[in-house]
C-alpha cells in the first residue's frame, strides 16, 4: 500500500476507540513498524490529535471528540488561522463573537502540544488599531445580513460637517474596510445613484420589507477606490507630477494611499505619477509637506507655486500663535 493509504487504514483503525500499540498497527496491516512511526508523524503534522500513552496498557489514540470535528487543519494552517482571526477582531469585524466560537472548536480539536503552540503564535503577533465602536459593529452586523439576503435597509447618515442626519433608503451591495475605516457601497434611493457611506458615521439601520437585484459583476472594492481616489474617474483628465529626492521618502510616498494607486514610473531618485487634473491641487501639497525638503518637485509648475502658496499659509498661521517679544522676555 501507498503511505496515504496506510495513513488511511491507521486512522479508521484509530478512529474506532481503540488503543493500539505501533506493533498491534503493523501486524493489523501487514507493515513495518517503522512505517506506522512515520504514518504516526504524517497524521499528527496534518493535524489529527494522536494521542501516545505509555505503559503496560498504553498506546495510540485519537481523542474522544475527534469524530466530531469536521476538518483537519495542520501546524501552518492552524498558524494562520489564528492570526486571520487577530486580524479580523482588532479591525472591528462585525463576527466577531461567531470568530471566537470556531477558534474555540479549533483548539477543541487539538491536542495539548497543538494548543500550546497555537497560543504562542498568537502572543507572537500584535494589531496596532483603535477599538471598535459597539454601535458600528451592529450597524455592519445588519447591513451584511441585508445584503446577503438582498434586503433594502432605512439609513440614518450623518456626513462629516453636518449637524443634522439624514434618512434614505438604501441598497448595500457591499462592505468594504479600506484605511481603517468600514465602508457600505449600494444604491442610495434618495440620490438615485451608487453611493458609499463610512460606517462610523452611520446613525441608524433598520431592515425593510423590500428587496432588490444586485448588479452582475458589480465590485463594491472597485467603486469606493474610484469614488475616493482624485484622478480616478475615466473621463478626468491627468496631469503629470514629477518628484525627485532622497530614496527613502520616494519609497514612503510610492506607499502613500493616494500616489501608490496613481504611480507611473519609478526610477532610482524620481517618481513619476498621473494625478487628476480636477482634484490634484485640493489634496496633493497637504499630503507632500510632511515630507519637507527630502523630495523636490521638478513638475509642473503650477503644483511648485501651489506648495509655496500653501507654505506661506502655514508659515501666517503659526506667526500669528507666536508669543510677543514682551512674553518671552517675562
Given at each position: 500500500m501507498s503511505k496515504a493509504d496506510n495513513m488511511l487504514s491507521i486512522l479508521w483503525l484509530l478512529r474506532s476507540g481503540r488503543r493500539m500499540t505501533a506493533q498491534q498497527l503493523a501486524d493489523e496491516l501487514e507493515i513495518h513498524i517503522r512505517t506506522v512511526y512515520r504514518c504516526i508523524d504524517s497524521l499528527c503534522a496534518s493535524g489529527v490529535p494522536i494521542i501516545a500513552e505509555a505503559g503496560h496498557h498504553g498506546g495510540y489514540r485519537i481523542m474522544d471528540h475527534f469524530s466530531k470535528a469536521p476538518l483537519l487543519f495542520n501546524q501552518d494552517e492552524q498558524k494562520a488561522l489564528m492570526h486571520a482571526s487577530i486580524f479580523a477582531r482588532e479591525t472591528g469585524y462585525p463576527f466577531t463573537e461567531d470568530l471566537n466560537r470556531a477558534m474555540k472548536k479549533l483548539k477543541q480539536y487539538t491536542t495539548q502540544d497543538q494548543q500550546e503552540r497555537m497560543d504562542q503564535h498568537a502572543e507572537g503577533l500584535a494589531v496596532i488599531h483603535h477599538p471598535p465602536d459597539s454601535k458600528q459593529i451592529i450597524f455592519l452586523q445588519t447591513l451584511e445580513e441585508a445584503l446577503s439576503q438582498k434586503v433594502s435597509v432605512d439609513l440614518t447618515y450623518r456626513k462629516e460637517r453636518d449637524t443634522e442626519s439624514v434618512t434614505r433608503r438604501f441598497d448595500p451591495y457591499g462592505i468594504v474596510y479600506w484605511k481603517g475605516s468600514w465602508y457600505t457601497v449600494g444604491f442610495c434611493h434618495l440620490r438615485k445613484a451608487l453611493r458609499s457611506f463610512r460606517a462610523d458615521r452611520i446613525v441608524a439601520v433598520n431592515r425593510t420589507d423590500e428587496v432588490f437585484e444586485r448588479p452582475a459583476d458589480f465590485s463594491a472594492k472597485e467603486y469606493l477606490l474610484s469614488s475616493l481616489l482624485p484622478g480616478s474617474k475615466a473621463d478626468e483628465s491627468l496631469v503629470t507630477v514629477r518628484i525627485q529626492g532622497h530614496?527613502?521618502?520616494?519609497?514612503?510616498?510610492?506607499?502613500?494611499?493616494?500616489?501608490?494607486?496613481?504611480?507611473?514610473?519609478?526610477?532610482?531618485g524620481e517618481a513619476v505619477f498621473e494625478l487628476g487634473a480636477d482634484s490634484f491641487l485640493s489634496y496633493v501639497p497637504y499630503f507632500l509637506l510632511p515630507y519637507g525638503r527630502a523630495i523636490r518637485i521638478v513638475e509642473p509648475t503650477v503644483l511648485i507655486r501651489k506648495m509655496v502658496e500653501v507654505s506661506l499659509e502655514m508659515a501666517a498661521h503659526y506667526q500669528q500663535l507666536l508669543p510677543s517679544p514682551a512674553a518671552d522676555v517675562e
Open positions: 530614496e527613502h521618502a520616494l519609497d514612503e510616498l510610492c506607499k502613500h494611499w493616494l500616489f501608490g494607486h496613481t504611480l507611473a514610473q519609478r526610477m532610482a
